[in-house]
């Protein structure tokens, strides 16, 4: 539980560079501000603890897991489905 909101960050479970790598650099220049702003994927953008996100960089969640294990699996599955999408 958070309780000290100076310690968290605003994360893309799918980082931009990652998506840009990934095929969003073929993307218009409103597609690419869409898809970093998404509100409307509650799962896209996620409050996480500022030392998470500065571990994490830019990899997706193929390749760097939250230090939470018991919610890896979502994770992995929360990345694959805003990749499809």
Not at 26 to 48: C, G, M, P, T, Y
Not at 61 to 74: F, I
Request: glycine residues 4%; aromatic residues 10%; hydrophobic residues 40%.
């Amino acid at each position: 539980m958070f309780t000290n909101p100076s310690l968290l960050n605003v994360d893309h479970v799918v980082p931009l560079k990652e998506a840009f790598v990934s095929g969003a650099h073929e993307w218009s220049r409103q597609k690419k501000i869409l898809f970093a702003n998404d509100l409307d994927n509650q799962d896209h953008l996620i409050a996480v603890y500022r030392s998470a996100n500065r571990s994490k960089g830019a990899r997706d969640p193929a390749r760097w897991l939250p230090p939470n294990q018991a919610y890896h699996r979502e994770y992995v599955r929360i990345g694959r489905g805003i990749k499809k999408a």
